[in-house]
């Protein structure tokens, strides 16, 4: 069976360090990769999404791949309060093209 | 231009009622997908659309469950005779293609069903 797994925290950062939440697949074929920052009793929003090998920057955030250790990460710099959320890992299996794989996400929290 | 919307917002029912869950994708996406999502849990995936048919209903737990897109584009979901382990938040996702393997999946704000 296919998998994504996450710690569930909650990862408790102090404001201004770096979070660093971490995701590994089963599946070793994954192509697509893509970061979900949920809010309490919100639905899941798009953080980042990655396909290759390496860093992807964007703003505060950056998305690292290493497909053949099949582990995908998320940092985020300069923390702030807002960025208190639950955060889930999203992948899209080597045999579909629609159904995501997801972890069942790690709750940060930022402490002021 | 507008995301993805979901209506009711809340929906209170008693067991055994039957109960419609309406979601409308940004305009333009052929896919859309249906989840749902316990405390704590990652969205657990029921059905797939590629533009008015049901390509993928596999994730729908049973007979109860149902789901159309007449049009292509608004989707109901239909659970008859309600369980209160049907109590969950209800999300709809869209997304351009849904063929490709890389497409970004958008998510309405969730309907959150409660049974009695």
């Known amino acids: 069976q296919k998998e994504v797994e996450q710690n569930s925290g909650p990862l408790s950062v102090p404001e201004g360090a770096i979070a660093s939440l971490n995701c590994t697949y089963s599946?070793?074929?994954?192509?697509?990769f893509f970061w979900y920052r949920q809010y309490s009793g919100k639905s899941p929003e798009l953080i980042m999404s990655i396909y290759s090998n390496g860093d992807k920057e964007d703003g505060r955030f950056t998305a690292q791949l290493n497909k053949a250790s099949q582990y995908v990460s998320l940092l985020i710099r300069d923390s702030q309060p807002s960025d208190s959320a639950t955060y889930l890992c999203a992948v899209y299996g080597m045999d579909s093209n629609y159904q995501l794989i997801w972890g069942a996400g790690t709750k940060l929290i930022i402490k002021p | 231009g507008a995301g993805v919307s979901q209506t009711p917002s809340n929906k209170v029912t008693e067991k055994g009622k039957y109960v419609e869950l309406r979601c409308d994708p940004i305009?333009?996406?052929?896919?859309l997908y249906w989840y749902r999502q316990s405390l704590g849990q990652g969205p657990e995936f029921l059905i797939y659309f590629q533009g008015t048919g049901a390509a993928d209903d596999s994730g729908l737990p049973n007979d109860r469950f149902f789901a159309v897109r007449p049009e292509g584009s608004v989707s109901t979901l239909k659970i008859q005779r309600t369980e209160r382990g049907d109590s969950a938040v209800y999300l709809c996702?869209?997304?351009?293609?849904?063929?490709?393997?890389?497409?970004?999946?958008?998510f309405g704000p969730g309907t959150r069903l409660t049974v009695l």
């Open positions: 305009s333009g996406h052929t896919a």
């Open positions: 996702a869209s997304s351009v293609q849904g063929t490709r393997g890389t497409d970004t999946q958008y």
């Open positions: 599946d070793r074929g994954s192509q697509s």
